[in-house]
């Protein structure tokens, strides 16, 4: 089946810094990967969806310039969480289709900003 | 954007069935529903997807109602390890592939 690759699993950060996360599509071409947030508790809060090629879209409230998303290749896509601070302390996971048919979630990011 | 309606929590016997109803009323002729479970701390697991008719794979059975305003998933016997968070998602009718997901229902399974 489909496989996501997701990397870092876990990251501890102080705050300022900024954060990347990677998430490949290892079988398949990911036309369209998105990104969510998940806090303790919640259930899974989209951030944004991005297209190989072209600039990410943004959800309503997520901030474009503090999270930034790059889908380079048909295979990876990025977030990078830019001067990080303890309340973006969360759950970060990506998901991957292809056009649509089926969509596969990497195994997720816990991000600690100290 | 058709929601969903789902009962926040339900425990099942280990052994038995587990029957998990979800509500999309407001769902469009062409709007799949789609069923994700969520182990803690881990990304969600892909269970089963229809349109209009009933789904079984080896994981489980969807039923949906003729007029596709519910559907049901079942577990046909439940372990312990189908402990999760279970998530019947209907896909935004865009181009943009969207999944978006509700509250879900955190199912037991019990011993």
Redesign the interface.
């Given at each position: 089946g489909a496989v996501?690759s997701?990397h870092p699993s876990r990251v501890i950060c102080k705050s300022g810094t900024s954060v990347k996360i990677e998430c490949r599509s290892l079988d398949f071409q990911a036309t369209?990967m998105?990104w969510?947030r998940q806090f303790p508790k919640q259930?899974?809060?989209?951030m944004a969806?991005s297209?190989e090629g072209s600039k990410a879209?943004y959800e309503q409230g997520v901030e474009k310039d503090k999270f930034l998303i790059n889908h380079a290749s048909l295979t990876l896509s990025t977030l990078t969480v830019t001067s990080a601070h303890p309340e973006d302390s969360s759950?970060y996971?990506c998901?991957a289709?292809d056009?649509?048919r089926?969509?596969?979630?990497?195994?997720?990011t816990?991000l600690t900003v100290v | 954007d058709a929601k969903t309606t789902q009962p926040p929590s339900m425990d099942c016997a280990e052994g038995r069935a587990a029957n998990l109803p979800c509500n999309h009323s407001t769902i469009s002729g062409n709007e799949y529903v789609y069923w994700y479970r969520q182990i803690h701390s881990q990304g969600p697991q892909y269970i089963i997807h229809g349109l209009k008719n009933n789904e079984t794979n080896e994981m489980a059975s969807l039923i949906i109602t003729e007029d596709r305003k519910s559907s049901t998933l079942i577990l046909p016997h439940a372990t312990l390890r189908d402990t999760a968070v279970y998530y019947c998602i209907v896909r935004v009718r865009s181009n943009d592939y969207k999944l978006s997901f509700g509250a879900g229902t955190t199912v037991t399974v019990r011993a």
């Open positions: 996501v997701q369209t998105f969510y259930s899974l809060m989209l969806t297209n879209t759950f996971i998901s289709t056009q649509g089926g969509y596969t979630f990497g195994s997720g816990r | -």
